[in-house]
């Protein structure tokens, strides 16, 4: 069996809702790793330890580093507790760290850790004996104020664990713990890292987005999918809503001027949003709204389009700089996919130049020559629903 263990972030335990966060951390973490072979969680204090068949070492420690509230993980050799067999490990967990990168050879330093106070040298005396024994074994100098190889050692009364491989989780809070919303999902670049940013303070989302066929075809779909997939590899999404747009668009589309379509659009999706959000419990509507960014996001049209709804409208990227979004966008594994050329339903029937300030008394005007409530019931009630 390997064992890996986890650590969460400090921060977010103060208070009386520690409780609930420890419970939503360890499910998502259970949820992860349920179907490796012997998947096991525990939650000693302070840790969420995950034991699993050695085949299923690798894959389980991708899975940990991507569940949010967790900071780092560490798979972990675990002995008796006994002076001689946890020296044996440290030498063994620095010699495969340094394998693993030469540059750590530099220096190195042991951190001991004893809440076992059974365990009978002290930590000081733990982390001489370990370090000679490590010294002596490959050479490393130790250096005690900047170590490049940091081992770890902790004995407590359930078990004792000795470690050199730390990587970083993504931190953030576990998802679920701040409530649901729906993230519109298109196939671009920047709506999948804002539903990876609102997973990460703890947002639990199901994913809607619009399809136009045959105007936009099986891959422009497919493609989203794939988004929505990948987003479900970090828990961020549990669901996605395909929602059929082909006709209201056209409705939409000759029911003002053109360069008031985008806006038409953009409130028709919030409307439907709104209906699924009172049908799958949520709280909020999250999109990859970056301010300035393109007609559909200046302040105006920003504002006009969120009064078409009645739920609360989150922009994690409002701010952001294209450059940071696609930074992030390769980290979460997500670029490569928005990068294909399939364009979603609203690159169809938009104007060479969209109004930048559409005056809401002309879009309101457009859109009473059709029944928008109606128009939004319907694309919600034949929505196709795919479990991820
Ligand atoms: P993205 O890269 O996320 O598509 P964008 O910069 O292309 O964003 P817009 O096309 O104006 O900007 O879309 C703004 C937001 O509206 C998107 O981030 C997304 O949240 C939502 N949206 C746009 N098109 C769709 C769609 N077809 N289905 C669902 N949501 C969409
Ligand atoms: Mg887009």
Known sequence: MTTILCRYGELFLKGGNRHIFLRALANNVRAAVRDL????????????????????????????????????ISPVASVAADIDAICAAAVVEAQAAVERDPDLRRSFKIEPHRSNKQFPLQSHEIACRAGDAVSEAT???????NPALRVGIEISTQAT???????????????????????????????????????????????????????????????????????????????????????????????????????????????????????????????????????????????????AGRHLILRPLLTYDKVEITALARRIGTYDISALPFEDCCSLFVPAHPATAARLSDVERAEATLDVAKEAADIAEQAERIVL
Not at 139 to 145: S, W
Not at 202 to 229: M, Y
Not at 264 to 293: F, K, P, S, W
């Open 37 to 72: 072979p012997e998947a096991k969680v525990s939650l000693p204090h302070g840790r969420v330890v995950v034991a699993v068949a050695d085949q299923a070492r690798a894959e389980a420690c991708s899975r940990l580093e991507r569940v949010f509230g967790l900071v780092s």
């Open 161 to 307: 664990h000795v470690f050199a491989e730390r990587r970083p989780a993504p931190g953030g809070l576990p998802a679920g713990v701040s409530g649901r919303a729906i993230l519109l999902l298109s196939g671009g670049i920047d709506s999948p890292v804002a539903g990876w940013l609102a997973a990460k303070r703890g947002l639990a989302q199901e994913a809607l987005t619009f399809h136009s066929p045959p105007f936009t075809g099986e891959k422009a779909k497919d493609k989203v999918i794939a988004l929505a997939r990948q987003l479900n590899r970090w828990q961020a999404v549990s669901t996605l809503w395909i929602a059929g747009f082909t006709e209201t668009q056209k409705r939409l589309r000759a029911a003002g001027r053109p360069e008031l379509a985008v806006v038409l659009y953009r409130r028709m999706m919030v409307r439907v949003a709104d209906l699924l959000c009172e049908r799958a419990h949520c709280g909020a509507i999250v999109t990859g709204d970056n301010l300035g960014q393109v007609a559909s996001q200046t302040l105006t049209n920003m504002r006009n389009i969120e009064v």
């Open 139 to 145: 050479g490393i100098p130790v250096d005690v104020h």
